[in-house]
């Protein structure tokens, strides 16, 4: 069983308190009708599915109830980090460069 | 080939098995081939040997990371069945159950195809009406599907437990005789064999790791761990690793990769006759020939490659049989494993051409592609040897997620199956 | 005192006499012996039969890697049986019934031996190359067999009366494994004040030091030792520790599954007691001290009864007090079984000789196996063995080189083999931990890890007992460290240390024909060395490959014996290094583990919760039918004497229709909509238009996905500009409110409206009926209810029978209704109160089903069941739920994609059948031309189907192909030996213009 930390909480707990919820940063268009079948398509069913770094939301379903994003490796199951709802997707590359 | 049959099991016992051949080269690659097809699955081995056998297109390379039929092939829980909602579905499958018929004498090789029947449990009022719903649809599509009151689902599987006792009593099963099991590992094996027979090079551990297209955006073949191979035609069968495939040639897919688990108990001698499913309580379970219990459910709810999944899961999984079964509570479970599998929005596979010339795609089968292996091999070689699908893959493309034309058996069912 | 029991050796109690059956036959052990001790102690070595040749067998090993004798246990009864228990590892108690397997009629003579002579048919992967002619005889003839033939023990068949307990625990440092290192390792860390949890398997802890009584730890003897180090860590209340605890498998982020087992080997378990206990342990840092497992070797005839491992019949004299033959014959390559050799002998038995594969061995050795009149012979090879029901001699050769030169005969009742020592890496591997593989010890050893765990001891290739204490404490000074516990190893001084050496083989040398030879490497798979051969000839050349194609390393020892003698015969026949062939994977469980167990409390009542209403006590007692409607029970309907559910729900209907009814609408989803922004929120997610909807209003609302397809329904009531009370289907509740909360948190934060769950905290009575009113007004305080100030569809806050309450004025029946919204725990009272008043105007409670056929009478859909999905509201006919000036809302743009506006889509339509008194089936297909030939072309299904007391007629709901222009056609629906025929029509069957609302 997984440990997420919720970025809300503050806290690292197990899998079973979250729910899964995708894909993280597919923003919905904000103007769905100017969007094209291929366009509105890509929106609903194209997804990166990545072998590695995968960017994703959680759900805290039985404690604060809040979405928060992930990015969680697929191949070791090991999260890299967690962060609020509506930030912008963390730049990996200069994190890792700052730490070194 | 060497031919397969009692009387050479014989000839080679009284001189010791000496004289068996390889059943398939270990191979290297050559520079060109008219059609590369990336997985050595099932479905990939099987469209390699319908290619050689039916269309005479034996320059045929099946390339995995891997060993031949190290994924989903060896890890499914080997349930074989058409008894699917949507016409187009039931085509797909029972075609697939078609070939399955035949398929040991076909390939010489006994893929032990057991038709002992598959029942899928009704535990409430919507499971009722959505299997009376699949047994009429399939009784008019000519696919053998019928109901069962509690009392008779009991007759045929003793072990089940029909009491209202249960926190979902049994209502009543749909029963489908000519699905069953068949042994997976011998399904890869067979059509390894036989495709090789016909000139087939398997090409194992070795990584697809690009498809390289030309100025005009065809396909010209495939880079890999030991090079670059030329095709005009390059058919991707990889499951769970699909998109990861896919990417390198420009396109994005519907697909999301799942753990999925399953388990066996220890052996025991025979004591479950057929194959049962209950959608409610998430779990389904046949015995094997060698005695073992096999059990399987549902996928582990995050995406993930790496074929682990996690302990909640079994629990629940073990739980919903002992539930339904309450006789299998002092049995053991013996080993439990995972694999990845692909999964589209509507729960139906992609079986076609892709937008981009030669290139052709089988996949997004998620938990239900081990019944359809001789099927999708078939109707792939199909695809790719005319360059357009055969009706009964047709409808099954990558465009439908535009127009909205899902055949969504899920939805249906309100399960995954 | 059975002839083969060593008085004073051995750590059972000798003074307590037990005993329990084996195959019907009573035997006498003592306190503390596992089956396989006591039977050995009596001289039977013939535990079982092997699975595919039925060969006699007996045990091989003192532990739980044991694959041969696997016994059916019971207690008492055969609810209480199970199949495939390791006799090594099941402790005797007074009564314990066992029994032998696989064979018939007896162990001793068992036909199924038959097998054995036919070996050279049943060569590895026979089955793949025959039974396929003639083709009807598969399943008929052949798989049957093949059935009948396979398996071990018997299922069990009847319901298991014991249950199983599961908990969770936290701890710093989880050791796995009591030997030496793992004692250390808990040791360093216990003392360190960490919070620790060592396991072990057996029942004793103490692993290797158990069978080495002639160490010195510390000054003190070595059981000496072991007793005051357990008795420090018992008494550490840091430290935790469970003996019979098997760790089964090592998940992500450091959990640890533990299987306790807590009564099997009691002959009266307490009463209640779970019989097992399942802990998930997620511990700060694991310590893997799981030691190493001995090898056997590989040989013709390696398998008789008497074959066993040397390790194992020093631990059969040393922890048991027995003998397991009187004159054994050591082979080995290892010095390990020197030194088991000289234990033997010094207890009284007489060892033939010490037949070793390696020329140079130790002079000490050979000195004292001299001393001890053991015949040393060095340079020497067994090529075969003797004996059917117990082995009588072995025949062993000199090998120099290559060439196997004379061969003589020594006579034996026990052959004790050593091939050397596996690490047993199987939890570090379910991590996805990498290996190495060591040439030189011929194994894996543990390479990167993925977890924040230790390896220690003869786990990770160290041998001898200093090492592991050593290697142990280091371990567990670290765990405690990186838990946040500093620690210092500490040391131990050893002396009797016997650690020893040896060389790697794959098979021994033999003049006999390969082809031939029983040389056996997987034992309960009957998988030979010419099988794995066999394999590798034919095309397999991953261990993969030839696991699954001989099925070695696929017992339930899951290879434990046999995965690395495997590998090296299989890379020796294909001339590559081992690692190159493959690693050897394990998969969780390390040993099998009860389904029982990893069930645990989810079992009969606690499977799974059953959720109630407030008000349904008093439909159970009124004798009701329920139904599960998610994870509901819901009252279906009220059978009164002599009524089918037919008759029931005729009379519930028609009591709707011409009087009063209630229906506890309870479980039904409500969402508490709140904010300055809620109208708008709602405009976003719901199709219908919210902003113009007044305060004391309702409205019918439709919830889409954004694929555009009909996700949920409800009745939606605003209370406030501010406040709207929303309802939804009983399943989709939580789905819904997640869904509402998804848009709001991450699309639409801005918006100020916040969403409270309210499912349980209101009760809802329905009354339905041209009585309602009457019935209802009495009660109501603070509002006028009637049809002019409280018209269909309003919804106001006001007192019921002295309760807050939300008062709404909806229909689903079509006639005069309200629903009654009490704060929950009010419920029962409420509908006790309207019970009674009820009466006089003949009031009858309905369930479900009545609910269900009223609703059809209207045409109004049940989502889930007239929708599948793949429905539209424009395919539903709810066109007009669609607020058209609306720029957006979830699902809009989907309505446009081309599938979705293209014609003959399947719509829902009413249908009539032609007999009025034949009720369709639900999920009957429906075709235009009934007199076509399979396959069908089908156009639509029977959504919904229902006998109509108003109607005096059946009425059903289909989604059918351009069903809006089909009114009035006959279109047939096919059943078995029959086809019924229908006349499409609109779905509001009964009082379509709404008459019965004016009221």
Known sequence: MLLIHCPYCEETLPEAEFAYAGEAHIARPADPMAMSDEEWRDFLFIRSNPRGTHFERWRHIHGCGRFFNAVRDTVTDKFQMTYKAGLPRPDLSAMKEAAE | MTHFSAMSLLKNALTGHKNWREQWPDSQPKAEYDVIIVGAGGHGLGAAYYLAKQHGITRVAVIDKGWLGGGNTGRNTTIVRSNYLYDESARLYDHALDLWDDLSQDLNYNVMYSKRGVMMLAHNVHDVQSFQRHIHSNRLNGVDNRWLTPEQAKAFCPPLDISDRRRYPVMGAALQMRAGTARHDAVAWGYARGAAARGVDIIQNCAVTAIRRGPDGAVTGVETSKGFIRAKKVAVSAAGNTSVVLQSAGLRMPLESYPLQALVSEPVKPIFPCVVMSNSVHAYISQSDKGELVIGSGTDQYVSYSQRGGLPLIEHTVAAICEVFPIFRRMRMLRKWGGIVDVTPDRSPILGKLPVPGLYVNCGWGTGGFKATPGAGHLLAWTVAKDEPHPINAPFTLERFTTGRLIDEAAAAAVAH | ??????????????????????????????????????????????????????????????????????????????????????????????????????????????????????????????????????????????????????????????????????????????????????????????????????????????????????????????????????????????????????????????????????????????????????????????????????????????????????????????????????????????????????????????????????????????????????????????????????????????????????????????????????????????????????????????????????????????????????????????????????????????????????????????????????????????????????????????????????????????????????????????????????????????????????????????????????????????????????????????????????????????????????????????????????????????????????????????????????????????LAEDRFHVTTTTGGAARVLNMMEDYLQTEWPDLNVWLTSTTEQWAVVALQGPNARKLLEPFVQGLDLSDAAFPHMAVAECTVAGFPARLFRVSFTGELGFEVNVPARHGRALWDLLWQAGQVHGVTAYGTEAMHVLRAEKGFIIVGQDTDGTVTPQDAGLSWAIGKQKPDFVGKRSLMRPDIVAPGRKQLVGLLTDDPTTVLEEGAQIVADPSQPLPMRMIGHVTSSYWSEALGRSIAMALIEGGHDLQGRTLHVPMEGRTIAAKVSGVTFYDPEGQRLKV
């Open chain 3, 1 to 718: 005192m059975s002839r083969y029991r060593i008085p004073g050796k051995g750590r059972i109690d000798h003074s307590r006499a037990v005993r329990f059956t084996f195959d019907g036959r009573t035997i006498e052990g003592r306190q503390g012996d596992t089956v396989a001790s006591a039977l050995l102690a009596n001289g039977i070595h013939l535990m079982g039969r092997s699975f595919k040749y039925h060969r006699p067998r007996g045990v091989v090993s003192a532990g739980s890697e044991e694959p041969n004798a696997l016994i059916g246990t019971q207690r008492g009864g055969p609810d209480r049986f199970e199949p495939n228990t390791r006799a090594t590892m099941q402790e005797i108690w007074d009564g314990l019934t066992t029994e032998s397997q696989n064979k018939w009629p007896t162990l001793a003579f068992d036909v199924g031996a038959i097998n054995d002579r036919l070996y050279m048919l049943f060569s590895a992967g026979f089955y793949y190359k025959t039974f396929m002619w003639p083709k009807a005889f598969w399943d008929k003839v052949y798989e049957p067999f093949i059935r009948r033939a396979a398996g071990l023990g018997r299922s069990p068949t009847l319901p298991d009366p014991d249950h199983y307990a599961s908990r969770n625990l936290h701890c710093d440092v989880l050791v796995v494994g009591a030997g030496p290192a793992g004692l250390a390792a808990a040791l360093a860390a216990g003392r360190a004040g960490a919070q620790v949890v060592l396991v072990d398997e057996h029942a004793e802890m103490g692993g290797t030091l158990l069978s080495e009584p002639q160490l010195r730890i510390d000054d003190a003897p070595g059981w000496e030792w072991l007793a005051s180090a357990l008795a420090e860590l018992s008494a550490l209340p840091n430290v935790r520790m469970m003996s019979r605890t098997t760790a089964i498998g090592y998940y992500h982020e450091n959990m640890v599954g533990l299987c306790q087992r807590l009564t099997d080997h009691l002959a009266t378990p307490p009463a209640a007691a779970p019989r097992e206990r399942l802990w998930r342990v997620r511990a700060k840092q694991v310590v893997l001290a799981q030691g190493a497992i001995e090898k056997p070797l590989v040989f013709d005839g390696n398998d008789r009864p008497g074959v066993m491992l040397s390790g194992a019949a020093q631990t059969f004299l040393h922890r048991f007090g027995v003998r397991v033959g009187d004159r054994p014959v050591v082979v080995t390559v290892h010095d390990s079984a020197w030194h088991a050799a000289f234990d033997l002998a010094a207890a009284g038995m007489k060892v033939a000789a010490i037949v070793d594969l390696r020329h140079h061995v130790a002079p000490a050795l050979l000195r004292q196996a001299q001393e001890l009149g053991i015949e040393p012979l060095p340079g020497h090879t067994v090529t075969r063995t003797s004996g059917r029901l117990r082995v009588a001699s072995v025949r062993v050769a000199s090998v120099t080189g290559s060439r196997v030169g004379a061969a003589r005969r020594i006579a034996c009742d026990a052959v004790l083999m050593c091939g050397g020592w596996t690490p047993s890496l199987h939890l570090f591997s379910h991590t996805k931990g990498s290996l190495r593989w060591d040439a030189e010890s011929g194994a894996f050893l543990p390479d990167r890890k993925t977890e924040a765990c230790h390896i220690a001891g003869a786990g990770r290739g160290l041998w001898g007992v200093a090492a592991a204490l050593e290697d142990g404490a280091k371990a567990g000074a670290l765990a405690a460290t990186a838990s946040g516990r500093a620690s210092g190893p500490g040391t131990f001084a050893v002396s009797g240390d016997r650690p020893g050496s040896g060389v790697v083989v794959k098979e021994l040398p033999t003049d006999g024909n390969p082809g031939k030879a029983r040389a056996f490497v997987d034992y309960q798979n009957d998988v030979t060395a010419k099988d794995i051969r066999l394999a590798v000839r034919e095309g397999m050349r991953s261990i993969e490959h030839v696991k699954r194609y001989t099925t070695n390393g696929m017992a339930t020892d899951q290879g434990k014996l046999s995965n690395i003698n495997g590998l090296m015969i299989a890379s020796d026949a294909l001339q590559k290094p081992a690692p190159e062939v493959g690693l050897t994977t394990f998969r969780p469980p390390y040993t099998p583990t009860s389904f029982g167990a990893i069930a645990g409390y989810h079992k009969d009542d606690h499977f799974e919760v059953t959720r109630r209403t407030t008000i349904d006590g008093w439909a159970d007692a009124q004798g009701a039918v329920f139904e599960p409607v998610a994870l509901w029970r819901r009252a279906r309907y009220f059978p009164r004497a002599g009524e089918d559910m037919h008759k029931a729900v005729a009379r519930e209907c028609r009591a709707v229709r011409t009087s009063v009814g209630m229906f506890d609408a309870s479980t039904l989803g409500k969402i508490e909509v709140v904010g300055p922004d809620a109208a708008t929120f709602l405009e976003r997610m719901y199709t219908n238009p919210w902003a113009k909807l007044q305060p004391g209003r309702c409205r019918y609302g439709l919830l889409l996905g954004e694929d555009g397809f009909i996700r949920d329904d409800g009745v939606m009531g605003r």
